[in-house]
């Protein structure tokens, strides 16, 4: 069994003088003004950081009322504040640095941001979308249907070109619909699952799928997912057991335990660095495993009150793990400990397996809003609802994101599978931005005269007032007001 280890999360650190104060005024000398705002960063940083202490050492009302006082948001519980006092006794001067995974706006006086997605593209399929992976590299995404057959497309093309052209076709001989799909991390074989139980996996690396090796089982394929280093496929079935096949023999493994999942499973996953694995069922049971001994080492249970474990997800840094129901707020836990850091709410019970995922920057998380085609955005470390994309005019069944492309997919009860990018708006910058574009598109028909000195019989839109036709008329501009325009 595996060693457990302390983690500990990341606080800002307070704002460092000496970085702004070479800076050249290029107006006002604010002198005691700028002082007090230094003054007030450093004790806002501070505060920050008796929050996470105070959420590390369990006393959650304190830091609850600190938080509602002082208007803070997005801390993580950590320890940074006992090690940053501790180690000049110790000697430790690294000791207390800690990871920012989940901070979010974490420069509390900048300008604030919202995270928000354009549709780019969207795909028609034979049938409704029912599956959907992405390459690691984000190059290509497979998208499978209820007929059994499953779709390759380029990203560049879907994004960049807006194009609908399918690289290639895996055709169905299962008559199933298909329920996952996994592709290898050099891209060359894509796994893809049935609802009958069976397994088919075929090679594309020479352009056209080619059939690699065929799997039956008794059991749904509910989730797959290929090991880093390419070599073994995880494999989910509605049965209590977690697979695992060698990808050159295509030998299977199942885990000898002594406390197995008491429910059929729903996803197994395995973390970035390969060195542990998790897998969830339907009694709402997370349970760790150790990749080499395929031993269990963590068990999470009764996380949902008896609701079902849908999804299952690690962040980058493998410290945490987003687990998804279908009416229970879900959560993201902390792997060694099992605490929940957080927890997102959907607008209404959720009766779909639609996954909740990581967003592109993992500063937020996508699942099913509940309601509708509506694809809803928390806030990562608080579970604070974002924003929401009406995406469809059905109820959502799944979602996946490609994060070397920064693409979020999106697919209802239906055939169209839309492609999302992601857009974050910095407040009081691109509204200045977008008005100033508006303004170029209000003079335009100024510019669209045949002759420039001659405006006669051109009408001039400002924003939303018409100046009508004015007979022999020139027009000055006057640049203190950008909505007022002079006739003489």
């Avoid at 900048?110 to 028609?124: C, D, F, L, M, Q």
């Avoid at 023999?249 to 335990?257: E, K, L, N, Q, S």
Wanted: hydrophobic fraction near 35%.
């Amino acid at each position: 069994m595996m060693e457990e280890q302390g983690t500990t999360l990341a606080t800002p650190e307070a704002t460092n003088p000496a970085t702004t104060a070479s800076a050249p005024l290029t107006a006002v000398d604010v002198g005691s003004s700028k002082s007090s705002t230094e003054q007030m960063k450093k004790r806002k940083a501070l505060y920050r950081q008796i929050v996470g202490q105070l959420l590390h050492d369990g006393l959650e009302s304190l830091a609850q009322e600190l938080c509602a006082k002082e208007i803070i948001s997005g801390v993580l519980p950590n320890d940074a504040l006992l090690q940053s006092f501790i180690a000049p006794f110790e000697e430790a001067p690294n000791q207390g640095q800690v990871d920012s995974t989940f901070l979010l706006n974490s420069n509390i006086d900048g300008p604030s941001t919202a995270i928000t997605y354009k549709e780019v593209n969207s795909v028609r399929q034979s049938a409704n979308c029912t599956a959907a992976a992405f390459s690691c590299d984000g190059s290509i995404v497979a998208i499978g249907a209820a007929d059994g057959l499953t779709r390759i497309y380029d990203m560049d093309k879907i994004v960049s070109d807006h194009s609908q052209e399918v690289l290639c076709v895996i055709p169905s001989e299962a008559f199933a619909p298909v329920s996952s799909i996994a592709i290898s991390p050099n891209v060359a074989l894509v796994a893809v699952g049935f609802q009958s139980g069976e397994l088919r996996v075929y090679s594309i690396s020479t352009g056209s799928p080619r059939l690699e090796t065929t799997q039956e089982d008794f059991y749904k394929m509910n989730s797959l997912d290929f090991h880093p280093s390419g070599q073994f496929l995880l494999v989910a079935t509605s049965h209590t057991n977690v697979r695992m096949f060698h990808t050159k023999t295509w030998a299977c493994y199942t885990a000898t335990t002594s406390a197995p999942h008491t429910a059929p499973l729903t996803q197994a996953r395995y973390n970035h660095n390969a060195t542990k694995y998790a897998s969830s069922d339907l009694a709402g049971c997370i349970k760790l495993w150790d990749v080499v001994s395929s031993t269990c080492v963590h068990t999470f249970t009764n996380l949902f009150d008896g609701s079902p474990c849908t999804s299952i997800e690690f962040s980058t840094s493998d410290e945490y793990l987003l687990a998804g129901t279908t009416q229970e707020a879900s959560v993201l836990l902390n792997v060694e400990s099992g605490v929940k850091i957080a927890c997102f709410n959907p607008l209404m019970g959720v009766s779909s397996l639609c996954p909740m995922i990581f967003g592109v920057d993992e500063n937020s998380v996508i699942g099913y809003a509940g309601v509708g085609g509506v694809v809803q955005l928390w806030h990562t470390s608080s579970g604070e609802r974002l924003d929401s994309i009406n995406a469809h005019s059905s109820p959502i069944e799944h979602i996946a994101v490609n994060r070397a492309r920064r693409v979020l997919l999106t697919c209802g009860r239906g055939k169209e599978v839309s492609f999302w990018v992601l857009s974050e708006k910095v407040f009081g910058v691109e509204e200045e931005e977008e008005e100033q574009e508006e303004q170029e598109e209000t003079y335009k028909p100024m510019a669209a005269a045949d002759d420039p000195s001659d405006l006669t019989g051109t009408q001039i839109i400002v924003k939303d007032k018409t100046i009508p036709e004015t007979p022999a008329a020139t027009t000055t501009m006057d640049q203190t007001d950008d909505s007022d325009i002079t006739l003489q």
